[in-house]
């Protein structure tokens, strides 16, 4: 059974170099942070790839999950497009490995339930 910690993973600049449409069959993995999530999901926790790609994207979008072994529990496709996303529960890959892989997790240090 997974833990109730869910993590929401961006896809193009992430997990992946952002590129137009016509290259995302072809967009070059980030190696470094595809590990860093594969990680994460092997502690159990959840992980929430989504993406600002359309719909109409989604059956290329997940085979290249699956060749680049992505582990993740969900594909959610489509996001309020802007610059610049501000959010209460913003952390950086890094952060995350370092506190949910590396270190022991103690639940008074989660900003509380989903």
Not at 15 to 28: D, I, M, R, T
Request: proline share 5%.
């Amino acid at each position: 059974m997974r833990p109730k910690w869910t993590f929401s993973i961006d896809l193009d600049g992430v997990l992946c170099v952002s590129g137009p449409p016509e290259k995302y069959p072809v967009a070059a993995p980030i190696q470094e942070n595809i590990s860093k999530v594969n990680a994460l999901y092997d502690k159990g926790y959840n992980i929430i790839v989504h993406t600002g790609r359309s719909w109409g994207s989604y059956d290329l979008t997940k085979a290249w999950l699956v060749k680049h072994k992505v582990k993740h529990t969900e594909l959610v496709m489509g996001k309020v497009v802007a610059h610049y996303y501000i959010d209460d529960r913003n952390s950086t890959l890094d952060y995350l490995i370092n506190k949910f892989v590396s270190e022991e997790f103690e639940k008074e240090d989660f900003h509380g339930p989903m």
